[in-house]
């Protein structure tokens, strides 16, 4: 952004509208992608600094333990939350952006805080610059919870689990869907899997933000795209009316008791609420919010929905079960249990490579084809 009379010098507008965000973030408990859309929106920055914008909030959200780590080192005591915030946006930028030159970091950085804290930002980031950068353990390397890193080591193997926390640790790719529809291309192949084609019925039982619907209906399948929550159901009739489908049939409706006849469907997709432990690259601020507790407790909600999606299968129709993270409760282990109360259901093969197998289904790692974590199960209903 070029620098107008008497205004500021270029990067600074940048760095003040990724303090107004995060201070959104974390003040006020604002989700992290909604208030930087919301800041980028009303905003006049050209696009390179909104992309700076982008990269700066996320990042710096999304690192936020590993900052803390290098910037303590040079603290007597804990700063103010907006002094905070100054000090961890410089630090990522100084470790993580080797494009930017740290003087101009600094500068920029410091220009951008709260006038009372920039002597403070000041020193402590010129001192974070010149100071070998070092950790006292994996977790915070890698900016994590340490009972992340716990389970997901527990689940996969240490190795794979790491893998899997560093390639979180990087921006997503953007994958465009020729309707234009931004779309993991994890999610656009549990899409594919459904195998819907013309003239089926399907339903999507927890259909919010609409993709996977859309995606099921692009193929001439006519989609019931249910939700429970209001709110959310409007995000489902914005994205159908984004990508013009006019096969998506949008209700509100809760997937453990469906309103729906027995037998109605040709084919369910259960793409069930999960502790999203495979987006955390995309979701930048989730690894702070999700529980310890959340897997276990999402996977008996998991398991409620797939015994009451079966009934709604007509004989000789599928099912597919699908989740966004990478814990043996929600994927394996709901699928031992549904297995105890449906053992009549068939398992259907797996997708190959680069879907890896896992029980009777599947499993995607974050670092195996640079896509969201995923893991996906799919059911054959008698004839």
């Known amino acids: 952004m070029a620098r107008g009379r008497g205004g500021p010098p270029p990067g600074v507008e940048a760095r003040r509208l990724a303090l107004e965000v995060l201070a959104r973030v974390e003040d006020d408990g604002a989700y992290a992608n909604l208030a930087l859309r919301a800041a980028l929106d009303r905003s006049a920055l050209d696009q390179p600094d909104r992309n ?7 990042g710096t959200v999304r690192r936020r333990r590993s900052l803390d780590a290098l910037v303590d080192r040079f603290l007597d005591s804990q700063p103010p939350p907006s002094a905070r915030r100054a000090l961890r946006l410089g630090t990522y930028q100084l470790v993580h952006r ?7 970091v600094v500068s920029t950085t410091v220009a951008a805080a709260p006038s009372r804290f920039r002597g403070l930002v000041n020193a402590v980031l010129r001192r974070v610059a010149s100071a070998p950068v070092t950790y006292a353990s994996r977790a915070e390397e ?17 190795e794979r689990a790491d ?12 994958h465009r869907r020729p309707d234009g529809y931004v779309q993991d291309l994890a999610s656009q192949w549990v899409a594919e899997s459904v195998g819907a084609g013309p003239g089926e019925l399907v339903l999507d039982v927890c259909a919010a933000p609409g993709g996977k619907a859309t995606a099921v209906a692009a193929t001439g399948a006519t989609v019931v795209a249910a939700e429970p929550s209001w709110s959310r159901v409007g995000l489902v009739s914005t994205a159908a009316a984004s990508v013009g489908v006019d096969r998506t049939l949008v209700v509100c409706a809760d997937g453990r ?6 037998g109605a469907f040709d084919r369910v997709l259960l793409d069930a609420p999960c502790s999203g432990l495979g987006v955390l690259g995309r979701r930048s601020d989730a690894r ?22 079966v009934d ?4 000789g129709g599928t099912l597919v079960y699908s989740v966004c993270t990478l814990t043996v409760a929600e994927t394996t282990g709901v699928d031992r249990s549904l297995e105890r109360a449906r053992p009549e259901l068939e398992p259907l093969p797996p997708p190959g490579p680069p879907w890896e197998p896992l029980g009777r289904g599947a499993i995607l790692l974050p670092q195996t084809a640079g896509t969201d974590g995923m893991a996906l199960f799919r059911y054959r209903r008698p004839a």
Do not use: K
Not at 52 to 58: C, F, Q
Not at 98 to 104: E, F, H, T
């Open 98 to 104: 080797d494009d930017l030159p740290d003087y101009a």
């Open 288 to 309: 702070w919010r999700v529980d310890p507790d959340a897997p276990d407790r999402l996977a008996d909600l998991q398991a409620a929905l797939l015994d009451a999606a």
């Open 312 to 315: 709604l299968v007509r004989p």
């Open 52 to 58: 700076l914008v982008t990269d700066l909030v996320a």
């Open 163 to 174: 893998a899997a926390l560093e390639a979180m640790d990087a921006p997503p790719a953007v």
């Open 142 to 158: 890698l900016s994590y919870p340490d009972w992340i890193v716990r389970r997901l080591a527990d689940d996969l193997g240490a």
């Open 257 to 262: 008791h469906p309103p729906f006849r027995r």
